[in-house]
């Protein structure tokens, strides 16, 4: 699932947060537990309110 998420979100598409647990069929409690295991693994994510995206600050790599 974290390998979906990080995809989306270099592809700078994800949506809000609802509509990106919707696309990946889970809930939102679960996606920020998600997104919260991608920044313990040295993900820098913030989410645009202009482009409605998550998006990454550094140059995440995650390789599953």
């Known amino acids: ?4 998420l990080h995809q989306f979100i ?3 598409g994800t949506g809000c947060h609802r509509a ?3 696309r990946l069929g889970i809930s ?3 996606l920020y537990r998600h997104l919260d295991t991608l920044k313990n693994l040295g993900a ?3 989410y645009s309110t202009d482009s409605k995206t998550y998006y990454y ?8």
């Open 10 to 12: 270099k592809r700078k």
């Open 28 to 30: 939102v409690s679960a």
């Open 44 to 46: 820098e994510i913030e």
């Open 20 to 22: 990106f647990a919707k």
């Open 57 to 64: 600050l550094n140059n995440f790599e995650f390789n599953f």
């Open 1 to 4: 699932m974290v390998g979906r």
